[in-house]
């Protein structure tokens, strides 16, 4: 599985198009996404202070059924490889939503059902 943590109107305007996409297809050709274990990290270099994101679980053997390309790059800034999806995610990709942000305290925790299948 992979995951993406969404903007609130990205992932409403997917359940009215059918796919999610984000401005960083537009602007790089693909969407950023991570595996379980990049969540947090992400959550916290890039949605500080955020309480009102969504994170998507992507099945990833789903995307490639639709034709939609994922590739593992090198992101030198993180030195790790993450998921890269070429093209809009369809709406029979997507196997879970959970409402995510930070708590008071700025912090992210996984969802309980995402933590427990660690």
């Known amino acids: ?23 960083d297809l537009l602007v790089e050709g693909f969407i950023h996404s991570s595996e379980q274990h990049q ?13 009102d994101m969504v994170l998507l679980e992507w099945d990833e053997a789903a ?5 939609v390309r994922v590739e593992r790059e090198w992101v030198e800034s993180r030195q790790q490889h ?4 070429f093209g809009p995610v369809p709406l029979a990709a997507v196997r879970h939503s959970w409402p995510f942000g930070a708590d008071a305290a700025g912090n992210f925790a996984l969802p309980a059902g995402l933590a427990s299948a660690e």
């Open 1 to 23: 599985m992979l995951y993406r943590i969404a903007e609130p109107a990205d992932w409403q305007q997917a359940q009215q198009t059918g796919f999610f996409a984000s401005a």
């Open 39 to 51: 969540i947090l990290e992400t959550a916290h270099r890039y949605y500080a202070g955020r309480a």
């Open 63 to 67: 995307l490639a059924a639709a034709g």
């Open 82 to 85: 993450f998921a890269h999806v």
